[in-house]
């Protein structure tokens, strides 16, 4: 069967679902995208399937590449790097007769790609009707990504949006409606003395989403005799990683009364003997850990200091400088082929300045905080490993087996907890992929899908470390490491944690066998349970339920 007409039984089938199974209409237009990743409609479709099943921010990625296509397919004629296979293939698959692909099921359709063989002056030009429905698929990604981003809460990401998109579509009521919305919300919020940082990020779900497969049952047997494979081995026998009961929690203070009994089924580590006070029980290393310091520059690999007489650098480059030839070989096994000569300066440069998908759908995008900054860092080190290692990111040690989310409960759903951002979770991944040369359409469907990256991003903002520079106060390092992730967090730790090139636990009191070890996520000097629950928010996912936490709370509401 010709890929245009597999394309549009897909299509047909998935609009037929939508509104019943919008699940399998999301899984039916993926397949579509599959074999024709340049369809700008098939993106758009996909969006509205998003919305359906409620993740906006995915129908914001979707969104976004259809908005990008759309251009590329007005240009084809310009020598467009995605244009002419895009336009061949949008062309075909409207030029199907609907009564060819009423019949037959379309989970038997092979997805092999077929490539498109020709030049830019064998295809005619793009008709007026043609480019009528171009940007009309244009004004719709348009409102579908300001309408999600006002869902989510990123009030001045959707004003910035609708703003620069009226003055391409003057006449479209719809995004008029957005502007005029998101412009009273943005005006109320400045005169409360909310700041435009906090306006422009909003909220989304931590999910682990039904396609998900890569996901492990983290409190299986199986799962738990694996891990304690690492932890014994990194804490010396210290420690072993049992299945745990934790409070469930929630964002809202007010309602954690209500939600107080209940617990989830969690992951902890555990002493397996008495352990004295001040005394190294643990020591990990990871090579999933990036810095961002200018100056007095670390190990590439592990981040710890450089002896300026004995370093070694990459033989086809003098970007980055290694510790240890043990340090420079592991990075060429397992990561820095990808990244070795790519320019990656766009992740530190301010997002404080204007990112406009109407003027400039490819605008540079950039990291809005230091902390940001290193967390793209930390999703590019993972995807170049995913690349340099030729696996899917999802299954690389140690983001397989870090938390990010729970599977969905049942309704109602918890609120959404994990921020989310216009320039950090679309632009600033857009980009990555483009200097990693990865096709952010084709090749990424299936490895570098947008759930793919804020699965990570989720993974990372729950369970990375942070060092800061002790003069700045700033962030500078930042690491994943699988068996630290493990401990749980509590604001009367017994662990205290410090990270050069490994990360080590240090006692702080007496632990007894048998003891639940834990460790604490920001700095417990901080006396006021309210900024502590503040700062706990984005990794924790909820307000903290620590006995601290609770005590405190009570004596001073």
């Given at each position: 069967m010709l890929p245009e007409k597999r394309v549009a039984r897909l299509v047909q089938q998935a609009d037929t679902s939508l509104t019943t199974d919008p699940l399998r209409s999301r899984n039916l237009l993926t397949d579509a995208l599959a074999i024709s990743p340049y369809d700008p409609d098939l993106w758009q479709q996909r969006a509205i399937a998003h919305v359906k099943l409620g993740y906006p921010d995915l129908a914001i990625g979707d969104a976004y590449r259809a908005l990008l296509l759309v251009q590329e397919l007005l240009e084809a004629h310009e020598e467009s790097e995605f244009g002419f296979i895009g336009l061949v293939a949008w062309r075909g698959r409207r030029a199907q007769p609907k009564d060819t692909f009423a019949t037959g099921d379309a989970d038997e359709v092979s997805n092999?790609?077929?490539?498109?063989?020709?030049?830019?002056?064998?295809?005619?030009?793009?008709?007026?009707?043609?480019d009528k429905d171009l940007k009309q698929t244009d004004v719709f990604a348009r409102r579908l990504i300001c309408s999600s981003l006002l869902e989510i809460g990123c009030l001045l990401d959707a004003w910035e949006q609708a703003d620069t998109s009226l003055k391409v579509y003057p006449e479209d009521e719809e995004l008029r409606k957005i502007y005029q919305e998101t412009d009273e919300k943005v005006k109320q919020g400045r005169e409360k003395g909310v700041s435009d940082f906090q306006l422009r990020e909003g909220e989304v779900a931590r999910v682990i989403y039904p396609w998900n497969t890569f996901e492990p049952d983290r409190t299986s047997d199986e799962t738990v005799?694996?891990?304690?494979?690492?932890?014994?081995?990194?804490?010396?026998g210290n420690f072993e990683v049992k299945v745990t009961e934790l409070p469930m929690l929630v964002p809202d203070a007010k309602e954690e009364g209500k939600v107080i009994t209940k617990t989830s089924r969690q992951l902890g580590v555990y002493a397996t003997k008495d352990l004295p006070k001040d005394t190294q029980v643990f020591s990990e290393r990871s090579i999933?850990?990036?810095?961002?310091?200018?100056?007095?520059?670390?190990?590439?690999?592990?981040?710890?200091?450089?002896?300026?007489?004995?370093?070694?650098?990459?033989?086809?480059?003098?970007?980055?400088?290694?510790?240890?030839?043990?340090?420079?070989?592991?990075?060429?096994?397992?990561?820095?082929?990808?990244?070795?000569?790519?320019?990656?300066?766009?992740?530190?440069?301010?997002?404080?300045?204007?990112?406009?998908?109407?003027?400039?759908?490819?605008?540079?995008?950039?990291?809005?905080?230091?902390?940001?900054?290193?967390?793209?860092?930390?999703?590019?080190?993972?995807?170049?490993?995913?690349?340099?290692?030729d696996v899917n990111p999802l299954e690389i040690l140690p983001v397989k087996y870090l938390y990010g989310s729970s599977p969905p409960p049942p309704p109602p759903q918890k609120p959404p907890t994990l921020p989310f951002t216009f320039p950090d979770n679309i632009l600033s991944v857009f980009h990555?992929?483009?200097?990693?040369?990865?096709?952010?359409?084709?090749?990424?469907?299936h490895t570098f899908d947008i759930w793919h990256t804020l699965t990570i991003h989720s993974k990372i903002l729950g369970t990375a470390s942070a060092r800061h520079n002790p003069t700045s106060g700033q962030p500078e390092v930042a690491a994943l490491h699988l068996c630290y992730s493990l401990v749980n967090h509590d604001c009367e730790p017994c662990l205290m944690w410090e990270c050069q090139s490994e990360m080590k636990f240090r006692t702080l009191?007496?632990?007894?066998?048998?003891?639940?070890?834990?460790?604490?996520?920001?700095?417990?000097?901080?006396?006021?349970?309210?900024?502590?629950?503040?700062?706990?928010?984005?990794?924790?996912?909820?307000g903290c339920r620590c006995g601290r936490c609770v005590r405190e709370s009570e004596a001073d509401p």
């Open positions: 092999e790609v077929e490539e498109t063989e020709g030049d830019y002056e064998s295809i005619p030009e793009i008709t007026e009707v043609e005799g694996h891990l304690n494979t690492f932890v014994t081995k990194a804490s010396s999933l850990t990036v810095n961002n310091r200018l100056f007095d520059p670390l190990c590439d690999c592990c981040n710890g200091p450089l002896d300026p007489l004995n370093t070694f650098s990459c033989d086809n480059c003098d970007d980055v400088m290694f510790c240890s030839t043990t340090c420079k070989d592991e990075a060429t096994e397992k990561y820095h082929p990808s990244l070795c000569g790519i320019d990656i300066d766009f992740l530190f440069k301010s997002a404080h300045t204007r990112h406009s998908v109407a003027n400039d759908a490819s605008a540079t995008a950039s990291s809005s905080t230091p902390t940001k900054a290193l967390y793209s860092l930390l999703l590019l080190r993972t995807l170049a490993m995913a690349l340099t290692q990555i992929l483009t200097r990693l040369e990865v096709d952010p359409f084709k090749v990424s469907l009191r007496e632990v007894k066998e048998g003891e639940e070890v834990r460790d604490c996520y920001t700095d417990p000097r901080i006396e006021s349970w309210k900024k502590r629950r503040e700062w706990l928010m984005g990794s924790l996912g909820g």
